[in-house]
């Protein structure tokens, strides 16, 4: 079983920026990949941005060049944090940390959602 705990939600005016960080613990396998998702109200739930074990990155076209993927210098720490700049309303919802591996079988793992809500 895996983990994920997020933190750094929160309310923030248009323009501004906010942190997200995802602190993965429990079986972990070597080769994964962390991501980010987000939900807003009556949407589908979106890929954000993700980010492989080795560092490769994958952002959506809404984000790119506002919004940073990063993993902690500590790769055991299995942290991933979402540097958010620029924000716009349409940026509000509840965002969640995934976890994917194939162990076996492929394993997926999400965290509790964090709400982000940008005023305008």
């Known amino acids: 079983q895996v983990q994920l705990v997020e933190s750094g939600g929160g309310l923030v005016q248009a323009g501004g920026s906010l942190r997200l960080s995802c602190a993965a613990s429990g079986s972990i396998s070597r080769i994964h990949v962390m991501g980010w998702y987000r939900q807003a109200p009556g949407m589908q739930r979106e890929l954000v941005a993700s980010?492989?074990?080795?560092?490769?990155?994958?952002?959506a076209s809404s984000v790119k060049g506002r919004f940073t993927i990063s993993r902690a210098r500590d790769n055991a720490k299995n942290t991933v944090y979402l540097q958010m700049n620029s924000l716009k309303p349409e940026d509000s919802a509840v965002y969640y940390c995934?976890?994917?591996?194939?162990?076996?079988?492929?394993?997926?793992?999400w965290g509790q959602g964090t709400q982000v809500t940008v005023s305008s």
């Open positions: 980010i492989t074990s080795a560092g490769s990155t994958n952002y």
């Open positions: 995934q976890l994917r591996q194939v162990v076996s079988s492929e394993q997926n793992y």
